[in-house]
């Protein structure tokens, strides 16, 4: 042994050695993949017999990073609908199912081209590419519909949301797939097979054509479901074998650039593993060999989600449907316990809430069942959140039953631990109040619930300003209601004008008219005169005017909060106005 390879024996030691101690912190992730990517782009720019190259390759071909790297696998599913197009007009004219059908795009002098065909259509040998007039030449009797490239496209969003009953991260891949990212959900539905046969069977049932695979990578799903044996389950890092016998085109690559690899006889992935990387990136380019890292899960792949991934999301698979309201309060209570686990690992509260309920008898298009739920500040007791789902459970619909059901917690903040409380003691820090609030902002609206907070202004209709209902108690600038003026309980959104006759100018009116009812005053004190700051905008034309305000009783006991507006001139008669009433 020479003694460059003693010390590449020695550093593959020592690296293991850090590698155990970052598994103990928790770090092993991140560094791995960066030495990986860092190894990769070494020997994509030096000559094959970089050091540093050849001491990755034997660290990551250690028995410490299998286990390892078998351990934390990301596993992805493929879906791959190969005519998404004849399949979407066949379940919008079942009359069609079983015939020869054909999509075409374009017209003019070049005529229509084939862009799919149904099943029974390329048993017949037709196939993508042909024109319609070739087409109808071998099969006079084929049906031609006009393609329509954006209703596929909104068909496989909506089949990347329904596919959410698998996982929280699905995506549209492309113009004839859906990705799922299932690590760590398979063993919800009992396992990969069981997941698989499921989604396999919905969607026959459905009227869709589909290939499936689970791998490592999206790469590899992808490559598998579309060109191996459908229903593939490739075993934690076994893709390579898998891949090596598939041709060049799994890979995603182009047309041209699969044509040109075939021409100088690399015609299945295998054949580009031992050929030299400078050379492959020379003369095809970078992509071919950036494909190939990423289905061998050399290069990270991310997927971007259907809809943003909730932040904690608990699921529940049931082995027979439920139906009943005791099961499904069952499973919700399981569900909210769940998810305030991982809020209390995390150090979170929960200020919205989504649980989605997938029905057995669900189709592709329809919805599942949501209930959204909102609180005014952060929650994480189980107790609490279960009587916010109370009044809301009955919306439920379960039909044939619930087979699943998710629990998302779709906006959290940070909520450090605090005191629970001592048995016999009442609760004293607005926990009562704020659950009331969520109850009554669950079924009003958030908007509808709130309290009047003090604003600093001696205006009336500036003075105070509508707020949440477990805002601070103090308004803005921290203000306080003030002990030394009354003021009504009840003040009218605009001053309404009445017709009053007071004795003298300064004197409280003995009777008014307020929509057209006479009112004889018993008992009145004032006048109380108020002026606008100078530095707010005119509430109305008179807005700058100064205001006597006067506290009247009427000979039935009714109290009434009225002021004069403006200074008294003897040629002009005063206006009076109604502005509040007191309890």
Known sequence: MTRRMKWAFALSLT?????????AVGLVRPVLQAATLSAQACSDSLPTSCLFARLMFLFRSSFLWGELGRAMARRVLALGLPRLATDRVERLRPELRGRLVVACLGSGRGGQSVAAVSQAAAAAGLGPGMTLADARA???????????????????????????????????????????D??????????????????????????????????????????????????????????????????????????????????????????LFELPRAAVTARFGAVVL??????????????????????????????????????????????????????????????????????????????????????????????????????????IDPGFGLDVMVLAATAVEPLAAEQAGFAGLAETDGGLLAELVDRLGNRLGSQAVGRLAPRRSWWPERAAAFVPALAAATGDGGET????????????????PIEAVAPVPDAPPVLFR??????????????????????????????????????????????????????????????????????
């Open 15 to 23: 690296l293991n050695a850090f590698l155990l101690g970052l598994v």
């Open 138 to 180: 071998l099969e006079p009797g084929l049906v031609a519909v006009a393609a329509e490239p954006e209703e596929d496209a909104r068909l496989l969003e909506r089949l990347a949301g329904w596919c959410l009953r698998y996982t929280p991260w699905t995506a549209a891949d492309g113009a004839d797939g859906v990705v799922l």
């Open 182 to 271: 299932i690590t760590g959900c398979a063993h919800l539905l009992g396992g990969e097979l069981p997941m698989l046969a499921d989604l396999t069977n919905r969607l026959s049932a459905a009227g869709f054509e589909s290939g499936t695979a689970i791998a490592d990578t999206p790469a590899a799903s992808w490559a598998v479901a579309r060109f191996g044996p459908p229903g593939t389950i490739l075993p934690a890092g076994r893709q390579r074998a898998v891949l090596a016998g598939l041709p060049v085109a799994a890979l995603r690559l182009d047309p041209a650039a699969a044509e040109g690899l075939a021409r100088v006889g690399l015609r299945r992935i295998g054949d």
């Open 290 to 395: 950036r494909r190939l890292d990423q289905a061998l899960g050399l290069a990270d792949e991310p997927i971007s989600p259907h809809r943003p991934v909730p932040p904690h999301v608990v699921r529940l698979a049931f082995p027979e449907p439920i139906a009943g309201p005791e099961s499904i309060a069952a499973a919700l209570s399981r569900l909210v316990e769940g998810l305030a686990a991982g809020l209390l690992r995390g150090g979170q509260g929960v200020r919205r809430l989504e649980l989605a309920c997938y029905r057995a008898d669900d189709g592709l298009d329809r919805l599942p069942q949501t209930i959204a739920l909102g609180t005014s500040r952060a929650v994480r007791d189980p107790a609490r959140l279960l009587r916010l789902f109370r009044d809301q459970l009955e919306r």
């Open 481 to 496: 209601w003030p002990a030394d003026r009354l003021r009504p309980l009840r003040l009218l959104d605009r001053p309404e």
């Open 514 to 583: 307020w929509r057209a009812e006479i009112h004889r005053v018993g008992r009145a004190d004032g006048p109380e005169r108020l002026l606008p700051e100078w530095w707010c905008p005119p509430s109305g034309a008179d807005g700058r005017e100064l205001r006597d305000y006067y506290r009247v009783e009427d000979t039935a006991g009714r109290r009434f909060w009225l002021y004069r507006q403006g200074a008294y001139h003897p040629e002009h008669p005063p206006k009076w106005f109604l502005h509040g009433f007191f309890g």
